[in-house]
């Protein structure tokens, strides 16, 4: 029942098992090439600073024991936010295997994901996730990771950024109308 | 001073002001002008099932009273779990401005954003979000935000994806290398 719930192409949260779970699992790997994978993230976010491409992150994700995809900080030289070295690991597996779920992956990080990236990787639906730096680490040199971690915690109406909800019942005729759909996809 | 916050073009998280403060803001627009904003975020909230595109999510940025972009749910028909109506339409957004920040944008999305898309929100720093649907709304029609939002609340070692430090003395060397650079562009 484990390796199916690993394996499923429609994963969702009931089938993620926990952490704790996979210690006595067939597939964990040995502990050279989890650190020589997480070698070319760190690889790839030194790099980063070096060529002043974007910030000093890094991830790659691995399938079967290969390297498919990278990804490298690009948010000032691409104008886009979002270009998180994990977001932009991840949107590039995808690519590769033609599909929007990472299933069976792993992906290594050069730092803890930050909410975004946290939250990308749980919708992509990987198998494992390494990092190194913490989010302590980055919040040192000065980046909103933390800030944000805490902000996202916070009741709506205590948050630093003006947010407010207008217009509920005009919006749920999408959702009925997702519930009613004979040709939606599910993700 | 507060408007000063609010433009100030590298604007981080110690710039944010808290939502109660604009309640005298100058800046705050007319409800009809909101109603209306939202009301294009849910028309295309509904127009991307009734295509069968994506998921029932639709999202705008506007500026100084305009619509500057639009983003609609397109995982699974682009193969990017990231792409979220919120982060594509802040991608959008940033490349109609030429910049990786939404100084004094609004934000209108019809659902209240997952992690990741909150998380894409407060790196786009805008001065406004507005939603309609809630998280909740979400959840009640098999989507993941209430789930994920619950995950990166945990400590890590409960959460139901694996995941695991390692190589944080190697991985530093990047933010060591970052905090030393004369080349890097802050963000």
Redesign the interface.
């Given at each position: 029942m484990l390796i199916a719930a690993i394996v499923h192409p429609e994963r969702?949260?009931k089938d993620?098992?926990?952490?704790g779970m996979?210690s006595h699992s067939k597939k964990i790997m040995m502990s050279k090439d989890?650190?020589e994978f997480?070698?070319e993230a760190?690889r790839l976010?030194?790099n980063?600073?070096?060529e002043?491409k974007?910030?000093?992150?890094?991830a790659i994700v691995v399938k079967d024991g290969k390297i498919i995809a990278r990804g490298v900080n690009q948010?000032?030289t691409?104008?886009?936010?979002?270009a998180h070295a994990e977001?932009v690991a991840?949107?590039n597996a995808?690519?590769v295997l033609?599909?929007?779920?990472?299933d069976g992956c792993e992906i290594y990080t050069?730092?803890?994901p930050?909410?975004?990236?946290?939250?990308?990787?749980?919708?992509?639906?990987?198998?494992?996730?390494?990092?190194?730096?913490?989010k302590e680490?980055?919040t040192?040199?000065?980046f909103?990771d933390q800030?944000?971690?805490e902000?996202?915690?916070k009741p709506i109406?205590?948050?630093?950024?003006?947010?407010?909800?207008?217009?509920?019942e005009?919006?749920?005729?999408?959702?009925k109308?997702?519930?009613e759909?004979t040709?939606?996809?599910?993700?």
């Open positions: 969702k949260s993620y098992v926990c952490n996979y989890v650190s997480m070698r760190i976010s030194i980063n600073v070096e002043g974007g910030g000093p992150f890094g948010v000032t691409s104008n886009d936010p979002t977001v991840i949107r995808c690519a033609n599909t929007f779920q990472l050069s730092c803890e930050c909410p975004m990236c946290l939250g990308a990787i749980y919708w992509a639906r990987p198998l494992k996730l390494f990092y190194a730096n913490s680490d980055a040192a040199i000065n909103d800030f944000i971690y902000e996202i915690a109406a205590e948050r630093k950024l003006f947010t407010q909800q207008i217009l509920r005009e919006a749920l005729e999408a959702f109308k997702w519930s759909s040709i939606k996809t599910e993700y």
